[in-house]
């Protein structure tokens, strides 16, 4: 049983996100949080395995509180998955920095909402895929998360271990890369256990941010495949 936290000051769609989680068989909302005060106690004390949260809280908002449940130090660490209204809200970029694992829009379908969540408490990122090159964009842009450059990626990492990266920024999913490259499920895994503390970064979705940052692949622009 996954055991999820909920947290968006709108009643509405709090409840509604509770009720939609909590109508599948192995998802159970042990706490729903009207502000970022409120969830952080319930995590303490409840020690979810997924924290869904809203990007704009009172208190400390959703960037803050997911530095605080999945940043470095957090105890315990708490894999967040962020929804916000907004397709390119600069929130966002700050969460991806804090260590959340992903983020999706609000209106995304229900049965996106609730694979993220089993993803995420998987230890798999999600990113919205309607949004994932102008979030990367505009993510570089703006952002610095690591000193290496790609140059240096060559040396750090393997040839499959590369091979992994790049599917990764393709934004597939462990079973798709798998495929990709004719090999077992856990062999991808296992490649992405050891390059993550090679890269310097915690989750699959920094990889994926890391990887465009440093022109390992790069973005796409605005006018592509037009």
């Known amino acids: ?10 009643p509405l769609s709090r409840a509604g996100l509770a009720a939609l989680l909590g109508a599948e068989p192995d998802l159970e909302v042990v706490g729903a949080a009207a502000d970022g005060a409120e969830a952080l106690e319930l995590a303490q004390r409840l020690r979810p395995d997924v924290a869904c949260l809203d990007v704009r809280m009172p208190g400390p908002d959703g960037i803050e509180v997911a530095r605080r449940l999945c940043g470095p130090g957090a105890d315990p660490q708490v894999p967040v998955l962020m929804l916000t209204t907004f397709d390119l809200d600069d929130y966002v970029f700050g969460a991806l920095e804090a260590g959340a694992s992903g983020f999706l829009l609000k209106d995304a379908d229900p049965d996106t909402i609730v694979r993220a969540v089993r993803q995420v408490a998987a230890g798999n990122g999600t990113l919205d895929h309607s949004l994932t090159r102008r979030v990367i964009r505009e993510f570089v842009d703006r952002r610095r998360l690591q000193p290496v450059s ?65 022109r390992v692949v790069t973005v796409p622009g605005p006018d592509a495949g037009r």
């Open 150 to 214: 790609g140059r240096v990626a060559d040396g750090l990492l393997t040839a499959r271990e590369r091979d992994v990266l790049l599917h990764l920024a393709q934004g597939m999913s462990n079973e798709e890369i798998a495929a990709a490259l004719v090999v077992e499920v856990s062999t991808v895994k296992s490649h992405l256990a050891r390059m993550l503390p090679k890269l310097g970064v915690r989750s699959r979705l920094q990889a994926v941010v890391w990887a465009y940052q440093n």
């Open 1 to 10: 049983m996954i055991r999820v936290l909920v947290a968006d000051d709108q």
